[in-house]
T-cell receptor, first 116, second 112 residues
Framework: AQKITQTQPGMFVQEKEAVTLDCTYD???????LFWYKQPSSGEMIFLIY????DEQNATEGRYSLNFQKARKSANLVISASQLGDSAMYFC?????????????WGLGTSLAVNP | DADVTQTPRNRITKTGKRIMLECSQT?????MYWYRQDPGLGLRLIYY???????NKGEISDGYSVSRQAQAKFSLSLESAIPNQTALYFC???????????FGPGTRLTVT
């Protein structure tokens, strides 16, 4: 079973509007972390935002925020005021395990297109 | 200068050839990774290394080998390239606490 599920293969949003990209996860660990990365068409992987499982506040980084709902095991990325440059693939990832057993598990990504 | 660099950035090679992809980092991280990315399959871990003496197989290590020459250098080799190894390859490092991964720019490999 997928440990990280991104249910939206593709999304469209109008420029200047907000968009939410979904991510649900499955882990039995108490301590874990959730990441979002952006991959534009040029190919590089860009770190956007991180949420620790014990963090009480939702993480925010500029126009990016992470809507963390622990009971629902969801970690949705919210992009406010979309820009054309936000068009990219977005990957959710989860860190689980501890010590040398730590690993990062990746979702399959969501393709976001921002329309002018 | 980039924290994680990869060479070459693009490579076309023929079936059966040996090829090496190189990765260097200036982050000072002990942990380094090689991933491949195929359309629709996300990122898949090939090998990872926690330090120079500790190398581990990932989920798709068959057909690949690695060498950790120093803390800063981690190379991936395809001993005998085959067309289904055509992919985008990423090297990454991770910080020891949060495990945030820092990626190189990627190498686009085409095996004909």
């Amino acid at each position: 079973a997928q440990k990280i599920t991104q249910t939206q293969p593709g999304m469209f949003v109008q420029e200047k509007e907000a968009v939410t990209l979904d991510c649900t996860y499955d882990t039995s660990d108490q301590s874990y972390g959730l990441f979002w990365y952006k991959q534009p068409s040029s190919g590089e992987m860009i770190f956007l935002i991180y949420q620790g499982s014990y963090d009480e506040q939702n993480a925010t980084e500029g126009r990016y925020s992470l809507n963390f709902q622990k009971a629902r095991k969801s970690a949705n990325l919210v992009i406010s005021a979309s820009q054309l440059g936000d068009s990219a693939m977005y990957f959710c990832a989860m860190r689980e395990g501890d010590g040398n057993n730590r690993k990062l598990i990746w979702g399959l990504g969501t393709s976001l297109a921002v329309n002018p | 200068d980039a924290d994680v660099t990869q060479t070459p950035r693009n490579r076309i090679t023929k079936t059966g050839k040996r090829i090496m992809l190189e990765c260097s980092q200036t982050k000072g991280h002990d942990r380094m990774y090689w991933y491949r990315q195929d359309p629709g399959l996300g990122l898949r871990l090939i090998y990872y290394s926690f330090d120079v003496k500790d190398i581990n197989k990932g989920e798709i290590s068959d057909g690949y080998s690695v060498s950790r020459q120093a803390q800063a250098k981690f190379s991936l080799s395809l001993e005998s390239a085959i067309p289904n190894q055509t992919a985008l390859y990423f090297c990454a490092t991770s910080d020891p606490i949060f495990y945030e991964q820092y990626f190189g720019p990627g190498t686009r490999l085409t095996v004909t």
